[in-house]
Every structure is written in structure tokens, then in C-alpha cells.
């Protein structure tokens, strides 16, 4: 393989893994603050017990998203030190700002939440998780500040053949970053509601099982009347238990899991439907922007306006004689990109030519470009990647959005099912917006191709700032380092993964005694025994008062 | 030359020495897991009097790091490129020691523990001495072209001054760390900190102050280099003294400021090279050849002066909160997780005191 290639493979190994920590850490950080900003309004016991519960999860997560983010700030230079070069003057800036404002904050404030228990007051505990969250949110923006500088140059002139900041404003309010920014977050949001749900059903259904919580028939007498009500309405009602043999298995804990699932559901669906107009203000951009990419997600050969909902094909082909269409929507392709329903818009075989005219038919014969010099340039990316990429992006949202309604009116009746199938499924679940993330953000970035800095097609004050992938790569670095911290990242990555994942599974069946030992009697040995027996054990410790609520 | 790239020199400077202040006693503390103590209590003191600030320190490096992309897109380019191997092996000891810290406590089994504490340790080690060797190298000179590659194979840096630095860091986190563990925990761990930095602690500084001296004999010097290394000198002897007396707090600030005046007397000496060429003088990167427009510069300047102050008061505040000593008595009994399912907790459950 080539230098270019192993380098493609480690970046695209090491960002798709680092961003699948990273949504659930958005996520779940906003979802956590949520939480906590009831409890301390209200002092309902129960949104403690969710911070608690799901801080502790999260925090295991978030830590393997911290370690990768480390990867991501450096390779840039490592392995793409022609890239980062040509786009220094305008790419670093806002990686420093990430940092300045917003991870500085992230990562002392955490540390702040994570030990202050019981030692700030509430509301300035409150205070950190909030300026915590807030830090990473931000992160996420100037770190998609960066990628859309990448999808389109805004901002700079072009000094020497070199991209120079004229305007650090136009960086930062770049209509790709604005529009892929509240896409992501909003694809945050649908992961941590799936995760919600799928964990907190779970949880109710391990209750049911045991018999904690039974299901009764609401007498008909009971029953509210009017036709949507009748509906809605569930004809059985939970009858809530507890076990008193395990800790934190309690009325409380019925509700915990009851408001989270419910929570996570509905912010599941408004967050779809978020993604959903986002992510139709980035097509229409894209149709501006980068007409290929929007014609390849299509696999639109010709001129036209019919959205395609099957089209089969040479998988990874790159050439439109093999692509046929199966079924299409005629119209809905043109108003997707310009509002305007019918609208043609063009296709591969009337881009290609253009951009091999703007863009020229080989890449330029200097020694830059190393063994590349004056090959042909590929300037279709591979429309099985995009096309497909793009169809499971939207299919999964709109799978989970949908599994996230059915949730809401299967515990209508304040529990789930009995079912282990959907159970099950409601833990699979979890997967799908992971995977959703991934298949747009491999998406836009295959589609990106071959440019690692996409030209702006019009005429637009800022042109000819754009930079072939194959002429980003280090010069200096040999196949074989290349090949050597890919094998070794994508080792340390794959033990890790399996470690962060028997920790979320076995912290997830200890539900929310897990997360709170005070939930347990001391050093319990599975009978039980009463509260003051159990704190003599403990006669070695210095006052309790002083002992961590936190420790490592 | 250009007063804003002096600007960005000197914040970079900072960031530098930010990162190696502070995560040196995170780095040293991550070290000393691994030989300072035999007793599960005493290393879990040692290990939260950074549990709440290590990762708030570890974002002066990723931010040093932006920072010269952001200033010198060249140096950082050149830089990490060249470096390519000991760069991810240095990262990967970040990633082991991060998530060895936050995982550890997960589990209470000895075994698990005995892994993650390696973890900590280990990776802390790898990542200390990756990343002194890499400050050394940048600061004594790395064999680069006219375009900032590097001529010779992957291995062209391994030498002298890859040595001396990383032993540099090594050796002032593991004396920093010493007088961090003075000041932060109580009991066995504290005597035995106050009885390192009094006796190993300045010998651990040696090479550190042979990599300050190295520099200076390199490019000649300044006025204000020189009187940097002579006071970072006086401030390791001062801090060693007040150690022997049992001072901890000025034992603290002398070794910590040997670190501070240290690190700047390097940068000061280095200045106005980036990474200067084995190969030729020409291909030097310098203030003058790889600094980013004066508009990037200008913009980040005033960014960085607004917002770093702020950082400095939150992180003091960070400091503030936890100020109390750790001692034996705060350590929380391991809390063991069974599952709250009724049908598996038999299962699951472990023999009584096994």
C-alpha cells in the first residue's frame, strides 16, 4: 500500500472511533445537566440517583474519548504535514480556540463535578457540570468550524498559493459549520436518548421479571372517556414493588428508570426531527457547495430532478455506465437541493467534465505530488460509499425516531412489555444512531474526494483554494511508520473498546447502586444486615464526613 | 522581525511550561504508582491528589500543540512529522495513562487493579520521556530539509539530546511529584515524598539542567538565557534545602520553579529558532520563516490574552477547591458492583471477604 493510503486508513480508523465516543459524550453531558438542574430545583431524590447512574457511565466513556481526542490533534502534523502547511494560517486557529475556550473548560470543570460532591455548594456544583457541558459542546463547534473550512474555504485569499485568514469571522460563521454543527449535536441528542431508552428498558423489564413490578387490568370503570384518550390510554396500570434484598431496587428506582426512559424518548424524536431540518439546509448547501458530492450521494448520473430510493450497481464504482435505477421519486431530488419541487439538478456526467476543466484532467507533474505526479484524477467519488453512506445516515435516524415513538406508547402503561424480544431490541437499539453518525460523517467525507480542501465551484471572491488528498500526505514519513501506528493504534483502540464495553455492561446491571454505594449498606455479604451493625467495619476510618464521596 | 510572532514564541513558551509544571506531578505521581508504595490505600491517595486536576493539566498540551499549528503551522508540520514514531508511542502512553486513571477503581480484584496501575505508571513513564525527548530535539536540532522533511530514516533523532531531554522530564516530573505529594497527601505516602525530594530529588534534576545548559552552549546564549539557568539552578538548590528542612510548601516552589525558569531559559535560548537543521543552517525554522500572517497572529493574540487569564483563575480555583491534603481516612471503601437483578446476584456474588 501507499504512504497515502495507510495515512487515509488511520485517519479514517482513528476519527470514526474518536466519534463513537463522542456523541454520547455530547449527548449524555447535556442529558446529565438536564437532570441535575431538576434535582437541585426540586430536591426529587430520583433525578440524583439518574445524575449519578448515568454520570457514572458517561464519565467511563468519556475518558476513551479524551485519550483518542489526543490522537486527532496531532496527526494533522504527523501524517499530514503538506496539508497542514498549505492550511495553517486558517486550520489552526480554530483547533487553538478549541482548546482556549472550550476544552480547557470541559476538562477542569469535569474534574470540578466529578470530586465536588458534597463539597460545593449545589448550584455551584451544578455550575461546573453546566460549564462542562457547555465546553464540550463548543468543542464540537470549533472543531466543525475546522472540518467545514475543509468543505468549504471561507475567509482567506490566496497570497503565494497559499490560503491567508483575511476574515476570522467568515471562518467561524461558515454556513457548512453552522448547518453540520446543529446537525451533529442534534445527531448527539438521538444517541443519548436511544441509550436512555435502551438501558432504562432494560432495567424495567429485569423488574418485571423478578416480580418487583406487577401489570393489573384498569377496571373499565376507571378508564377516562373520549375517543383519543381510549386510545392513548393504557387499559393496564403498574403496580410498583420493591426487593428489599437488593440495594437501590426500590419505589424510587421504578421512576428513575420510567423519566429517563420516557425522557430519552421523546428527546430521541425532537432531536430526528431536528436532524431532519439541519440536515435539509446542508443539502441545500451542498447542491452550492459541492455539487459532485450531492450528485454521487444520488449516484445522479444524468441531469435531473428524481431522488433515488434504489439504485444498483459495481460496488466502489466510480463510472455511471454500471449504475441503474431501480425506483425513484420523481421531483423530490430537485426539491431536496433547491426547494423548488422538480427542479433539475446536474449529474456526474455534466460535473465531471467541468471540474476536470476547472480543476484539470491530471494532478500537476511536481515532485509534491511524489508517484501521483500527472496521474489522472478521479474526481467521481465512489458512489457505493456515498450513495449507501448516505441512505443508512437517514434510514437509521429514521428507524430510531420511529422505535422511539412505539417506546412511548408501549409504556403507556407505566412499564415496558414483558417481551425479551423487544427488550432486546430496544438494547440493540442503542447501536443504530452510533451508526447513523458514522455513516454520515464517512459520508461527507468520502464525498469530499479527491479533495482534502473541496474547491467553492462559482466564482465566489475565494477561488482556486483547494488541495488534492493526495497532496496532503507527509513527504518524510516512510510506509512502514505509517503502517506502525496504524497497527498499534488500531490494537490499543480494539482492547480498549472491549474494556469501556464490559465496564458500561456491568455498571448498567448494577443499575443505580452502581453508581451509589451509600445506596448499599457497607461491606455487605449478600445477607443484608442493618445500617448500624455494619458501620462499626468501619471503626478504622477517620470522622465519615471526611471520607471522598468520589475517589479513583 | 514581526513583534506578533515574538508574541506567539512566548505563548507557546508558556503553554510549554504550563504543561510541564503542572503535569509534571501528574506524570511523576503516575510514576511513582509503580515503585512508592506496595499498599493498595496509599497508592489510591497518591492517585487522588490529582484525581480531580490531571485532565484539566493534560489540555496545556493538546493546547501547545494547537498553538503552534495555529502560530507556526510549519514548525508544527516539521516537527511532528519528523518525530513520527516516538510522537505515537508518546501518544499511546497518553491514551494508556488517561484511561488506566479513570478505569482503575472500576473493578476490585487485585489483578485488575495490578494492570491499571502499570497503566498509569508505564504510560505516564513513556509519555514523560517521549515528549522531553521531542522538546530537546526541537530545541538542539533535528536533520531537516529545505522543506521541513526529514533526510534519514525513522530512527534519525535517536541520540544524545532524545536522551537527555526525555530524562529531563522524567526526572524533574518524579522530584515535582515528590514535593506535589509533600504538600497534597497525609501519612505514609507523605513522609515518604518528603524523604525523596530531600535525598533522590536532586539528582533527578540533573539532566534537566544539563539539557538547559546543552542549549545555551549550542546556539550561544543570551544575557537573559544565561541569568534564566542560573536562577532555575538557585531555585532547585533553594528548593532542596527547604526540602531537607521539611518545609514542603518552599520545597514545592523550588523545584516548581526550577521547572518554570528552566523551561524558559531553553525557549530563550533557543530563540528566534523553531527547529533549527543539522543538515544546513538555511533550512533552520525561525520566527522569520514560519510564522502564519500578521491577521492570524493578531487575532489569536488577543483571543489568547482574553481567555488564558480566565484559565489560569478557573484552574487556581480547581486548585482551591480540593486544597485539603488527602490522607488514608478520605479513602472510600472499594465499592464492589453487583448486578440488581435478583436471579444473577447469587451468581455474581463474591465469597464473603474472598
Not at chain 1, 463513537?20 to 440524583?48: C, H, N, Y
Not at chain 1, 501524517?79 to 480556540?97: I, K, M, N, T
Not at chain 1, 480543476?359 to 511524489?370: R, W
Not at chain 2, 518528603?194 to 545555551?216: I, K
Request: aromatic share 12%.
Amino acid at each position: 500500500m501507499e504512504v497515502l493510503d495507510i495515512a487515509r486508513w488511520q485517519f479514517g480508523i482513528t476519527t470514526v472511533y474518536h466519534f463513537m465516543l463522542v456523541p454520547l459524550t455530547l449527548g449524555l453531558g447535556m442529558t446529565i445537566a438536564i437532570m441535575q438542574s431538576i434535582w437541585v430545583r426540586t430536591g426529587d431524590e430520583k433525578f440524583l440517583r439518574m445524575v449519578k447512574f448515568w454520570g457514572k457511565l458517561y464519565l467511563i466513556n468519556f475518558i476513551l474519548g479524551v485519550a483518542t481526542g489526543l490522537v486527532q490533534e496531532f496527526q494533522f502534523g504527523m501524517a499530514w504535514s503538506e496539508y497542514s502547511r498549505f492550511v495553517g494560517d486558517v486550520f489552526g486557529a480554530p483547533l487553538a480556540l478549541e482548546g482556549l475556550l472550550a476544552f480547557f473548560a470541559e476538562s477542569t470543570f469535569l474534574g470540578i463535578w466529578i470530586f465536588g460532591w458534597g463539597r460545593l455548594r449545589k448550584s455551584l456544583h451544578l455550575a461546573a457540570l453546566w460549564c462542562a457541558v457547555v465546553g464540550s459542546w463548543a468543542s464540537a463547534y470549533f472543531i466543525i468550524v475546522a472540518n467545514s473550512w475543509m468543505q468549504h474555504p471561507v475567509g482567506v485569499e490566496l497570497v503565494d498559493g497559499r490560503p491567508v485568514m483575511t476574515d476570522i469571522w467568515a471562518v467561524l460563521t461558515n454556513s457548512t459549520a453552522l448547518a453540520a454543527v446543529t446537525h451533529t449535536l442534534f445527531g448527539a441528542l438521538i444517541v443519548a436518548g436511544m441509550f436512555l431508552i435502551g438501558i432504562s428498558w432494560y432495567h424495567l423489564w429485569q423488574r418485571r421479571r423478578d416480580g418487583i413490578d406487577t401489570v393489573v387490568p384498569v377496571p373499565p370503570g376507571e378508564r377516562r372517556a373520549g375517543l383519543i384518550r381510549r386510545l392513548t390510554d393504557a387499559s393496564t396500570r403498574v403496580i410498583v414493588g420493591e426487593a428489599p434484598g437488593v440495594p437501590g431496587r426500590d419505589r424510587a428506582d421504578h421512576g428513575v428508570w420510567l423519566w429517563s426512559l420516557r425522557f430519552g424518548a421523546v428527546m430521541a424524536i425532537v432531536a430526528f426531527a431536528g436532524t431532519g431540518l439541519t440536515g435539509d439546509w446542508q443539502a441545500k448547501l451542498m447542491y452550492e457547495q459541492q455539487p459532485m458530492k450531492m450528485a454521487s450521494a444520488e449516484a445522479a448520473c444524468h441531469t435531473g430532478s428524481s431522488f433515488s430510493i434504489l439504485s444498483l450497481g459495481d460496488p466502489g464504482s466510480t463510472d455511471c455506465s454500471d449504475v441503474v435505477t431501480l425506483i425513484e421519486i420523481p421531483g423530490a431530488l430537485g426539491f431536496l437541493a433547491t426547494g423548488e419541487w422538480g427542479a433539475d439538478m446536474p449529474g456526474i456526467s455534466d460535473l465531471e467534465p467541468q471540474y476536470q476543466n476547472q480543476y484539470g484532467e491530471t494532478i500537476p507533474d511536481d515532485e509534491l505530488y511524489g508517484s501521483f505526479a500527472g496521474s489522472e484524477v478521479q474526481y467521481v467519488p465512489p458512489m457505493w460509499v456515498t450513495y449507501w453512506g448516505f441512505r443508512l445516515m437517514i434510514g437509521l435516524g429514521g428507524i430510531t425516531a420511529f422505535g422511539a415513538l412505539v417506546a412511548l406508547w408501549l409504556t403507556r402503561g407505566g412499564t415496558v412489555p414483558r417481551s425479551p424480544w423487544i427488550m432486546r431490541l430496544a438494547i440493540l437499539g442503542i447501536l443504530a444512531p452510533f451508526a447513523g453518525n458514522i455513516a454520515g460523517w464517512i459520508f461527507t467525507e468520502i464525498g469530499r474526494q479527491p479533495f482534502v480542501v473541496a474547491p467553492n465551484p462559482d466564482p465566489s471572491g475565494i477561488d482556486g483554494v483547494f488541495m488534492f488528498t493526495a497532496a496532503a500526505v507527509s513527504p518524510g514519513v516512510t510506509a512502514g511508520e505509517m503502517l506502525f501506528s496504524v497497527i498499534t493504534l488500531t490494537a490499543v483502540y480494539a482492547v480498549l473498546m472491549v474494556v469501556e464495553l464490559f465496564l458500561l455492561v456491568k455498571y448498567v446491571r448494577g443499575g443505580v447502586a452502581s453508581a451509589m454505594p451509600e445506596l448499599a449498606p457497607a461491606h455487605r455479604d449478600g445477607d443484608g444486615g442493618d445500617d448500624d451493625a455494619s458501620d462499626d467495619v468501619d471503626g478504622d476510618r477517620d470522622r465519615r464526613d471526611d471520607v471522598l464521596a468520589f475517589a479513583y | 522581525m514581526e513583534p506578533l510572532a515574538i508574541t506567539w514564541f512566548a505563548i507557546i513558551a508558556v503553554l510549554w511550561i504550563g504543561f510541564l509544571v503542572l503535569e509534571g506531578f501528574d506524570l511523576g505521581v503516575g510514576m511513582r504508582m509503580l515503585f512508592a508504595t506496595r499498599d493498595e490505600r496509599e497508592r489510591r491517595v497518591m492517585l487522588n491528589t490529582i484525581g480531580p486536576v490531571w485532565d484539566g493539566n493534560e489540555v496545556w498540551l493538546i493546547t501547545a500543540g494547537a498553538g503552534m499549528f495555529a502560530a507556526f503551522p510549519e514548525w508544527y508540520a516539521s516537527l511532528f512529522s519528523v518525530l513520527y514514531v516516538p510522537l505515537t508511542v508518546a501518544l499511546v502512553g497518553l491514551i494508556l495513562r488517561a484511561v488506566s486513571i479513570e478505569w482503575r477503581g472500576k473493578v476490585h480484584t487485585a489483578r485488575w487493579r495490578g494492570w491499571w496501575t502499570a497503566g498509569i505508571g508505564l504510560g505516564s513513564l513513556i509519555a514523560a520521556f517521549c515528549i522531553g525527548a521531542m522538546l530537546a530535539l526541537t530545541s538542539l536540532g533535528l536533520p531537516i530539509d529545505g522543506n521541513g522533511d526529514r533526510v534519514g530514516g525513522p530512527f534519525v533523532w535517536l541520540g544524545w539530546p532524545a536522551v537527555v531531554g526525555g530524562l529531563a522530564v522524567v526526572g524533574f516530573s518524579l522530584a515535582h511529584s515528590a514535593t506535589f505529594l509533600g504538600l497534597k497527601a497525609d501519612g505514609p505516602v507523605r513522609e515518604r515524598a518528603a524523604l525523596f525530594a530531600a535525598r533522590w530529588a536532586p539528582l533527578c534534576l540533573v539532566p534537566a539542567a544539563a539539557w538547559a545548559l546543552w542549549v545555551q552552549l549550542e546556539h550561544g546564549g543570551n544575557a537573559g538565557s544565561w541569568m534564566l539557568v542560573v536562577l532555575a539552578v538557585v531555585a532547585a538548590g533553594f528548593g532542596w534545602v527547604q526540602a531537607r528542612r521539611r518545609r514542603e510548601g518552599l520545597a514545592f516552589i523550588g523545584y516548581a520553579a526550577f521547572g518554570l525558569l528552566g523551561v524558559a531559559s531553553i525557549f530563550a535560548g533557543m530563540f528566534p529558532r523553531l527547529l533549527p537543521s543539522t543538515v544546513d543552517a538555511a533550512f533552520d525554522l525561525t520566527l522569520a520563516n514560519a510564522a502564519n500572517s500578521p491577521y492570524t497572529l493578531g487575532v489569536m493574540t488577543v483571543i489568547t490574552a482574553i481567555s488564558l487569564p480566565v484559565i489560569l483563575g478557573y484552574q487556581a480555583w480547581s486548585y482551591w477547591v480540593f486544597r485539603r491534603r488527602v490522607t488514608p481516612g478520605m479513602i472510600p471503601e472499594a465499592h464492589i458492583v453487583l448486578p440488581a437483578i435478583l436471579r444473577d446476584r447469587d451468581a455474581a456474588a463474591p465469597a464473603p471477604h474472598g
